[in-house]
């Protein structure tokens, strides 16, 4: 049974660029939540996937979106973007979208945007 | 919306010696609180929740206590060794609903020999 990974492990952006992190579910997993971790902070939730659905959004603009695919691995999109992207990505996929169903975080993507 | 707010931010103990990090929540409905430990480089692992229907659970080394009157929980970590070092993080949500884990700033525990 593999884990949930991410790539890439580190990236670096201008502003104004655009970005695409990727991750991979764990097996059987069918839900994957993001998450942005800056330096110092607890994770914020992005939005969560649901069986190639969104299923829920926190408090983030549109320029942060996602996919998820066939095989419930995901993507998460970020465009336009702003020095205060600069975090830590972390995705994270559990058996469904319930909050009490543990979510297996991946080691996350650390983007830099200078 | 949910707040968490979690304390201290960082902890130095003695190998052996207990550990304490407490967080607090300021949604009432919240009643799914689950503690997450990271590790640099790894993905960060659940190591232990609770719900709000009972006060204290116990695994091991590990314990988590709740009040839920005064909308606090916490966790405790006995005869503390190196590999706990980590940050710990605790989160909030509401059980059995889709969604979103509000989760506290972290605290930074290192164990020194």
């Known amino acids: 049974e593999t884990g949930v990974t991410q790539s890439p492990t580190h990236l670096i952006k201008t502003r104004g660029q655009q970005v695409t992190l990727r991750c991979s579910s764990q097996s059987g997993h069918n839900t994957v939540s993001w998450y942005q971790q800056a330096l110092g902070q607890g994770p914020q939730f992005i939005f969560q996937?649901?069986?190639?659905?969104?299923?829920g959004r926190g408090n983030f603009p549109p320029r942060f979106s996602g996919l998820q695919f066939p095989n419930y691995s995901s993507e998460l999109n970020v465009n336009a973007l702003e020095l205060d992207d600069s975090a830590l990505y972390l995705c994270a996929s559990s058996l469904s979208g319930y909050t009490t169903d543990t979510q297996y975080f991946g080691p996350g993507t650390r983007l830099t945007v200078l | 919306g949910e707040n968490v707010e979690q304390h201290p931010s960082t902890l130095s103990v003695q190998e052996g010696d207990s550990a304490v990090i407490k967080c607090t929540y300021s949604d009432s409905a919240s009643n799914y609180f689950p503690w997450y430990k990271q590790e640099l480089g790894k993905g960060s692992q659940l190591i232990i929740d609770?719900?709000?229907?009972?006060g204290e659970k116990k695994d091991q080394r590990i314990a988590v206590t709740l009040n839920k009157t005064a909308k606090h929980f916490s966790l405790h970590i006995t005869e503390t060794q190196p590999e706990d070092s980590a940050v710990y993080f605790c989160a909030a949500s509401i059980a059995d609903s889709w969604g979103k884990l509000q989760f506290g700033a972290g605290t930074q525990v290192v164990v020194t020999p």
């Open positions: 609770i719900r709000s229907n009972v």
């Open positions: 996937y649901y069986r190639e659905e969104e299923n």
